[in-house]
């Protein structure tokens, strides 16, 4: 029996002194009010109404039972309503900061093309970890080794000049003997500054024989995007923020390094129902091409 249903429609005939208005007004047919009545007085094994030809009159077992009915289907509305607003209520997404404001726009959008109100937070990797586990977030995009990332995003090294080679090697930036100029420096943004990035970049800068201070972290990716363009320095980035900083891009010759991004779920949550719906569109506001067709990056 629905509990709930059936003391409504008592409620409701109780209110207007007949099933035919009363059902009505509960949104039921005059027939459905009766037998859900019918069902609720079987149940309790008492009357709750004296019926005639045109009306219903409470017995004074239904008037005792008429407020804990009446409470019991307010608090229902209740339930409902605040169901309703939580499936309204906008997905918090904590993001990276390395997203152009027109991708995070375009993000949004496709979002609530889907269903899905976004409210976005752009911080850098470590941030966004806390605020996911400081439940500040609904979901993030944590940085993840690209193997286990959902989507990842390649990077290459960046300058102010196109130095017109397909390939920039690592290795070409080591000074020589008879070098006279400044040492040319990689600069790794706060984005990239994380284990499975850094350490082979590390490796390879120790491997090729740089200086140490050859390989550097820079605090954010303005000061980062500065001293490569009033330099000869290289920017570690992906090809759209090349694009967007007017930078000439290039793969790395040596090894290949790709941001990866895995969604995350407070309290262990499943991502993969936004993952379903959103996939294309996250990608897209990555900048992952290998996952703007709807399916995870090789």
Request: proline share 6%; charged share 25%.
């Amino acid at each position: 029996m629905d509990l709930v249903g059936a003391c409504r429609a008592f409620v409701s005939v109780s209110e207007y002194g007949g099933f035919t208005d009363g059902a009505a007004a509960a949104g039921m047919s005059q027939s459905v009010a009766s037998r859900r009545v019918a069902a609720l007085e079987e149940r309790f094994g008492e009357q709750l109404f004296e019926r005639t030809s045109r009306r219903a009159v409470l017995t004074p077992f239904g008037r005792d039972m008429l407020s804990s009915a009446r409470q019991l289907v307010q608090a229902a509305d209740v339930l409902l309503d605040e169901a309703e607003a939580v499936k309204h209520k906008p997905w918090r997404l904590a993001v990276p900061d390395t997203c152009s404001g027109s991708a995070l726009a375009r993000l949004v959008a496709e979002a609530r093309g889907h269903g899905v109100r976004l409210d976005l937070r752009t911080a850098g990797p470590a941030r966004r970890r806390e605020l996911l586990h400081a439940h500040q977030v609904r979901a993030a995009l944590l940085a993840v080794p690209a193997g286990e990332a959902p989507w990842s995003v390649p990077l290459g090294l960046a300058g102010a000049r196109d130095s017109g080679v397909r390939r920039i090697y690592v290795e070409t930036l080591r000074l020589g003997r008879a070098s006279s100029g400044p040492a040319r420096r990689v600069w790794i943004q706060p984005e990239d500054d994380v284990p499975h990035i850094r350490d082979p970049l590390t490796r390879l800068r120790d491997a090729a024989g740089l200086r140490p201070a050859q390989v550097l972290a820079a605090p954010d990716l303005t000061a980062a995007a500065a001293e490569v363009l009033c330099s000869e320095d290289l920017l570690l980035c992906s090809r759209a923020q090349a694009a967007e900083l007017a930078l000439a891009w290039h793969p790395i010759g040596e090894m290949e390094l790709r941001r990866g991004y895995a969604l995350t779920v407070v309290a262990d949550g499943n991502p993969l129902p936004m993952e379903a719906r959103l996939g294309e569109a996250i990608a897209r506001c990555l900048g992952d091409p290998a996952g703007t067709d709807g399916g995870r990056a090789a």
